[in-house]
Nanobody, 130 residues
Framework: QVQLVESGGGLVQAGGSLRLSCAAS????????MGWFRQAPGKDRDFVAF????????YYSDSVKGRFTITRDDAENMVFLQMNSLKPEDTAVYYC???????????????????????WGQGTQVTVAS
């Protein structure tokens, strides 16, 4: 299992940028798919971005495509979410999550669903002022 801790959230003006970090505090991230989700007050937890275990494939929600970039550094046991051109609609608690990279017929788009992930951080708040 993987214990995850998010950081880097804060208050930013619309059009600005933030970089979120996700640190694995116990186990290595090697062999784990990683994702970012977000949840606004009173809303469902929505998919944001995905990166596969080897870091050579990514997948994004349409709402953030072209603005957000997910990366990983397994040597440091960290995953990042670079968020540019932020909009007020991006305001939410952002969660890092880890999913096992088992042999299956799953498409990377399947990892937009929270049920694919076994481990979750406690979240970091991102607030974008209009």
């Amino acid at each position: 299992q993987v214990q995850l801790v998010e950081s880097g959230g804060g208050l930013v003006q619309a059009g600005g940028s933030l970089r979120l970090s996700c640190a694995a505090s116990v186990h290595t991230l090697y062999g784990w798919h990683m994702g970012w989700f977000r949840q606004a007050p009173g809303k469902d937890r929505d998919f944001v971005a995905f990166i596969n275990w080897s870091g050579d494939s990514t997948y994004y929600s349409d709402s953030v495509k072209g603005r957000f970039t997910i990366t990983r550094d397994d040597a440091e046991n960290m995953v990042f979410l670079q968020m540019n051109s932020l909009k007020p609609e991006d305001t939410a608690v952002y969660y890092c999550a880890a999913a096992p990279s088992v042999r299956s017929r799953k498409r990377y788009s399947d990892y937009a669903y929270p049920d694919e992930y076994e481990n979750w951080g406690q979240g970091t708040q991102v607030t974008v002022a209009s």
